[in-house]
């Protein structure tokens, strides 16, 4: 998902049943991207964006190195969040660096991320702007429940549930969204998704994309 102006604030008391993804963000982030090469973005109209991606089996170095690139692309595109197939690569795999409804920064990935059903009593809708980076330089309005939890697995194969609310939730559907196919675009009204197209044709992105010849 690419980026938008947030306040900051920090302290958050994280669930118990949820992984603790607010500690040392500035470190873990920085470890990965160093550690990652920065890959161009794959945008709308690229088949792999356009499918199920393949589940994650093998819990392997190739999996974390995959993860740094991932880490490495999104600081270079500016994004808040990214998923695999948007550097081309077919598997269940997205990370994500984004804040809160608070302003408090969330850092991690998720490997075969499925999102909960929420409860009626938690399906609050915001409508809130969306971008994408496989759109780039397009926005459009989209209501989104204002919760999400996503449960996966980490980079070693362990079973991990995450918790989001305001932008973060909305990233973490986001990202679940292109691991099987979606882009926010395909959520949007026929003439919005016109309007995000035609902003992407006049737009130039930022940063290097992958042509679709
Ligand atoms: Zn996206």
Avoid: W
């Amino acid at each position: 998902m690419s980026q938008q102006d947030t306040e900051q604030s920090v302290n958050d008391e994280p669930k118990s049943e949820f992984i603790v993804d607010t500690e040392d963000c500035e470190e873990r982030e920085l470890a990965h991207r160093e550690r990652g090469t920065s890959r161009p973005i794959t945008v709308v109209g690229n088949p792999v964006l356009h499918k199920e991606c393949q589940d994650v089996t093998e819990f392997d170095e190739k999996l974390a190195q995959l993860i740094d690139d991932m880490f490495a692309s999104q600081r270079t595109a500016e994004g808040v969040g990214l998923a695999a197939n948007q550097i081309g690569v077919d598997l269940k795999v997205f990370v994500y660096d984004c804040p809160d409804d608070e302003g408090v920064r969330h850092v991690g990935h998720v490997i075969n991320p499925v999102l909960d059903d929420l409860p009626a009593d938690r399906r609050v809708l915001d409508d809130s702007n969306e971008g994408c980076l496989s759109v780039p330089t397009a926005y459009a309005a989209l209501a989104r429940p204002d919760y999400a939890v996503v449960r996966g697995q980490d980079m070693h194969g362990n079973p991990i549930a995450v918790e989001g609310t305001g932008y973060f939730a909305r990233c973490l559907q986001h990202e679940t969204d292109h691991l099987y196919g979606y882009l926010y675009i395909d959520r949007l009204s026929k003439r919005d998704r016109k309007d995000a197209l035609r902003q992407m044709a006049e737009g130039t992105p930022r940063y290097e994309v992958v042509s679709n010849d």
